[in-house]
Nanobody
Framework: QVQLVESGGGLVQAGGSLRLTCAASGRTFSSYAMGWFRQAPGKERDFVAAINWSGRIIYYVDSVKGRFTISKDNAKNTVYLEMNSLNPEDTAVYYC?????????????????WGQGTQVTVSS
């Protein structure tokens, strides 16, 4: 069992930065792949980034490449999403998620555990 709690969201101006944190409980966290998803108002939840258990394999959706960085600290049971050059289109509730295997990482239903989400709002 893995429990996930996101934090670090907030209101930021366009061009600004935020770092999201996802704290996990559970002794098997280090063996899990992690993902970040986001859901904008009135839209479906979309994949943002994923990282494998060791942190050595990473994948991003094209719209955030070069701006967002996902990282994982197994010693701290934490995964991060560093977001730079934010724009209003990044406004959404951001969720972290965990799964045992790093396959089909963009597929929402493949993830076993989810956090409650944290709101990110980017003003123009």
């Amino acid at each position: 069992q893995v429990q996930l709690v996101e934090s670090g969201g907030g209101l930021v101006q366009a061009g600004g930065s935020l770092r999201l944190t996802c704290a996990a409980s559970g002794r098997t966290f280090s063996s899990y792949a992690m993902g970040w998803f986001r859901q904008a108002p009135g839209k479906e939840r979309d994949f943002v980034a994923a990282i494998n258990w060791s942190g050595r394999i990473i994948y991003y959706v094209d719209s955030v490449k070069g701006r967002f960085t996902i990282s994982k600290d197994n010693a701290k049971n934490t995964v991060y999403l560093e977001m730079n050059s934010l724009n209003p289109e990044d406004t959404a509730v951001y969720y972290c998620a965990a799964r045992q295997f790093y396959t089909r990482v963009i597929v929402e239903r493949e993830y076993e555990y989810w956090g409650q989400g944290t709101q990110v709002t980017v003003s123009s």
